[in-house]
């Protein structure tokens, strides 16, 4: 079984412009959750899609926004980016929610602001 | 809102031995699930052992397990005969039960074992 499949692995992009990163989970998997990994704050909750609804939300600006597909694939975007925007930006999905649903993540997404 | 502590930011170990790793959380909820995770360089998020706050038995893993003291507030990560392998940044996350798949994770400790 393919894990969480996170492209691209890397992108470059300059301040002002906008990102739009993709995650496709587990095969089966409902419930795709999205982090952002920075040296300075550490691992932070942006959000949590399930059954292509948003179901929870982290303390971010508006600029960050996403969207799951029926598909259960879903994307995260980012407009307007800022050099504090750099980061890790890791998916995790798995069968259902809570606590007793192991969640898998993938390899993340290297942002870089220049 | 909860919030995960891990007071070790870097921690060695030589290669057979033991370490514990610390973490600390504060919450107000009584139902609620905790979890290590560990990062290696290559970036993927594993999850090494999960406890759930209603059961007192200690979570076991193979060579990974927990002391969970649920009133203390307390969730140290024990790795018994530590491997090469095991070196890697590890996260301590809470999850709040019934409150969907949102992770609150620690600092991290980077742990290194040593031949």
């Known amino acids: 079984k393919a894990g969480v499949t996170q492209t691209p692995r890397y992108l470059i992009k300059t301040r002002g412009q906008q990102v739009t990163l993709s995650c496709s989970p587990i095969?089966?998997?409902?419930?795709v959750s999205w982090y952002q990994q920075t040296p300075g704050q550490g691992l932070q909750f942006l959000f949590e899609?399930?059954?292509?609804?948003?179901?929870n939300k982290g303390n971010f600006p508006g600029r960050f926004s996403g969207r799951q597909f029926s598909n259960s694939r879903s994307e995260m975007n980012v407009s307007t980016l800022e050099l504090g925007d750099s980061a890790l930006y890791l998916c995790?999905?798995?069968?259902?929610?809570?606590?007793?649903?192991?969640?898998?993540f993938g390899d993340g997404t290297r942002l870089s602001i220049l | 809102a909860q919030t995960v502590t891990q007071s070790q930011p870097e921690m060695s170990v030589q290669e057979a031995e033991t370490v514990t790793l610390s973490c600390t959380y504060d919450?107000?909820?009584?139902?609620?699930?905790l979890f290590w995770y560990k990062q290696p360089p290559s970036r993927q998020m594993i999850l090494v052992i999960r406890?759930?706050?209603?059961?007192?038995q200690n979570a076991t893993e193979n060579r990974f397990s927990v002391n969970f003291q649920k009133a203390a507030k307390s969730f140290s990560l024990k790795i018994s005969d530590s491997q090469l392998g095991d070196t890697a940044m590890y996260f301590c996350?809470?999850?709040?039960?019934?409150?969907?798949?949102?992770?609150?994770f620690g600092g991290g400790t980077r742990l290194m074992v040593k031949p």
């Open positions: 995790a999905s798995s069968l259902g929610r809570g606590g007793n649903q192991p969640q898998h």
């Open positions: 899609y399930f059954s292509e609804t948003q179901r």
């Open positions: 095969s089966g998997h409902r419930s």
């Open positions: 406890q759930e706050a209603y059961k007192q």
């Open positions: 996350a809470f999850m709040q039960n019934n409150a969907g798949n949102m992770l609150t």
């Open positions: 919450t107000s909820e009584s139902n609620y699930y």
